[in-house]
């Protein structure tokens, strides 16, 4: 059963109109990351919450936020999406931070963005 | 640990072994991980070391560690069809994880 779950699987806007993507898990994790995934390249991290702590990538364009309402829910708002916004977006859970420890990251299977 | 170097393309016939390198540069990195991506997926976590062995085995999978070098490799014994993908190799610092470009591996009959 998928613990890591992202709708929708395929996600079309238009230019400039504000998109939200979602992200919910089973595992009962207290951080949750957004990833974003352009094509042949690495996923590159955009912030995370630990529990309701807030953390963003200091690279993370304005435009993209997130909201976590809840332990299992996550959300990415695109508040303008421009056409070098179009990825994959992957969220991912940990029990808990590196720091030392071993908390490896579950991912979802991503959400693929197009902008028209 | 900001660079992770993999190479970006494996070609293996069905059966053989594939060897997938990535070199890293954290020292203090304390578990490197191996993940996989087929197409149009998110990433699955093959499996990892923590820094203080020199191998790991599960099944066909075999990951040598070299910390000396900071050299990590994944063995896949009898590749099959279904390990077409991509294979990413990731170090830990804090809470990030710094991933490699990733390497394509396709399987021929």
């Known amino acids: 059963d998928a613990m890591v779950i992202q709708n929708p699987r395929y996600q079309v806007t238009q230019f400039g109109k504000p998109v939200t993507l979602s992200c919910s898990q089973t595992?009962?994790?207290?951080?949750m990351y957004w990833y974003q995934q352009k094509s042949s390249q690495a996923p590159k991290l955009l912030f995370h919450?630990?529990?309701?702590?807030?953390?963003n990538e200091a690279d993370t364009p304005d435009n993209f936020q997130s909201r976590r309402p809840n332990t299992s829910f996550c959300f990415l708002d695109i508040r303008s999406p421009g056409l070098g916004d179009a990825a994959m977006y992957l969220c991912?859970?940990?029990?808990?931070?590196?720091?030392?420890?071993?908390?490896?990251?579950?991912f979802g299977d991503g959400t693929r963005l197009s902008i028209l | 640990g900001e660079d992770v170097e993999q190479s970006l393309f494996l070609s293996v016939r069905e059966g053989d072994s594939s060897v997938i390198n990535c070199t890293y540069t954290?020292?203090?990195?304390?578990?490197l991980y191996w993940y996989k991506q087929e197409p149009g997926a998110g990433l699955q976590l093959l499996t990892y070391?923590?820094?203080?062995?020199d191998m790991k085995q599960d099944q066909r999978l075999t990951v040598l560690l070299n910390k000396k070098d900071k050299h990590l490799s994944l063995r896949i014994a009898d590749t099959q069809t279904g390990d077409s993908a991509i294979y990413f190799c990731?170090?830990?610092?804090?809470?990030?994880?710094?991933f490699g470009a990733g390497t394509t591996v396709t399987v021929r009959a």
């Open positions: 990731a170090e830990v610092g804090d809470y990030k994880l710094s």
């Open positions: 991912a859970t940990s029990r808990d931070l590196g720091e030392g420890s071993n908390q490896p990251q579950h």
């Open positions: 595992l009962n994790h207290n951080v």
């Open positions: 919450y630990y529990d309701k702590d807030f953390n």
């Open positions: 070391i923590f820094s203080n062995m």
């Open positions: 954290d020292s203090s990195s304390t578990y």
